[in-house]
């Protein structure tokens, strides 16, 4: 098992690479427990939970809501969960960002630790402290800033995702190389077969690689005023994609990365043979490199974006392989790039 820490103004967590869902009653203090799952990972893996109550949610983006939280924060009054009671979601980053997103004001914040059972919420949702619900289809529009006590990634618990939520995952460790770490990149170059096959030496690596960048970057910049924004390569595009589109995240994330390559060697940032690699590794993991949309719908999506500011939004540019930084970049170089890289329905 390897550990990290993430120090911040909103708390300290310790992330667990590697523990195993049979040991999480290690790490919860004395006193009362609720668990909070989806049914899926119930019905995969209650025989492995703690004997806590089980509140159990159902599955997909659409119930990511304020209406879950209601319905949990009515569960958790029936239990009579107060100030002592800790706080487990069991899960993928569904599960993870409604779960602290409830035990962060339920009776105004209770201590709260998460099992990711996905490769994104390993890699990504679970590690970092972003929690929160969205809100009239706007994604995780209302949410907290609060660090879980721990995060647990059971690599075991990857063994019954579905191939789709592999590749959610795979996008955002090629993400997270294509940021901060030429030498992950050049791995998933070498090993993105046995990734693809779920080879639990490789997959523990990129794991723990991924983690190490995402939690160094939240560590720097906790509250995302400047650098974490880095962690959004490929999501101006990816998320507009996602929405009109309906492509899974992964997917969406994996045409958004292509576009944004592009863009950065277009500025005369990024060499044309470092977006192409980029290309190829995405293509090799089955992912996207082009998508299908009706660009109009995609440019409404962009106008919408939360990083917006006036005629501008904030950008992930890429310098190199490893290395990205980030800048304002005006809408109307967005509308032509739409127009090369979203094929017409
Ligand atoms: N908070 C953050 O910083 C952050 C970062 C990235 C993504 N996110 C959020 O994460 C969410 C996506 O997370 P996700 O991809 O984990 O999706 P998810 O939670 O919906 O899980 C995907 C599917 O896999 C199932 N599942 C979970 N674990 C399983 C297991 N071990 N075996 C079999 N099936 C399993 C789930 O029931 C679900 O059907 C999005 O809402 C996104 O906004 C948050």
Not at 70 to 88: K, M, N, P, Q, W
Not at 280 to 309: E, F, H, S, Y
Request: glycine fraction near 10%; charge should be neutral.
């Amino acid at each position: 098992m390897k550990t990290f820490e993430i120090h911040g103004d909103t708390g300290s967590s310790v992330i667990r690479v590697g523990e195993t869902l049979e040991c999480l009653d290690k790490y919860i203090p004395p006193g009362n427990v609720v668990i909070i799952t989806d049914i899926n990972v119930k019905n995969f893996y209650e025989h492995k939970f703690p004997p806590h109550p089980v509140i159990t949610i159902e599955t997909g983006e659409k119930i990511k809501t304020l209406h879950s939280v209601e319905y949990i924060c009515e569960e958790l009054v029936a239990l009579g969960a107060d100030r002592s009671t800790f706080i487990i979601g069991i899960g993928g980053g569904i599960v993870c960002d409604i779960t602290g997103f409830v035990a962060s004001t339920y009776l105004r914040g209770l201590p709260f630790g998460f099992v990711s059972s996905t490769l994104l919420s390993q890699v990504d949702a679970s590690v970092g402290g972003k929690n929160g619900v969205n809100f009239k289809g706007y994604k995780n529009m209302i949410g907290v800033f609060s660090q879980p006590q721990f995060v647990i990634c059971d690599l075991n618990l990857l063994k019954t995702l579905q191939k789709k939520e592999v590749l959610c995952g795979l996008a955002e460790i090629v993400k997270h190389a294509a940021i901060g770490d030429a030498d992950l990149f050049r791995y998933l170059e070498e090993q993105y077969q046995k990734a693809l096959d779920l080879d639990m030496s490789v997959v523990g690596k990129l794991v723990y690689e991924s983690i190490v960048i995402k939690s160094g970057i939240v560590n720097r910049d906790e509250l995302e005023k400047g650098e974490r924004r880095k962690l959004n390569f490929g999501h101006t595009f990816g998320h507009a994609i996602e929405k009109t589109t309906g492509v899974p995240h992964g997917e969406a994330v994996s045409a958004g990365m292509v576009i944004a390559s592009a863009l950065s060697v277009k500025r005369g940032f990024l060499p044309a043979n470092d977006a192409e690699r980029i290309k190829n590794l995405l293509r090799n993991l089955g992912l996207p490199t082009r998508i299908k949309g009706d660009r109009k719908m995609v440019l409404d999506a962009l106008k919408k974006d939360k990083k917006r500011q006036g005629d501008r939004i904030y950008f992930v540019w890429l310098n190199e392989i490893g290395t990205a930084f980030v800048d304002r970049v005006p809408m109307g170089e967005l509308e032509a790039v739409v127009e090369e890289h979203i094929d017409p329905l």
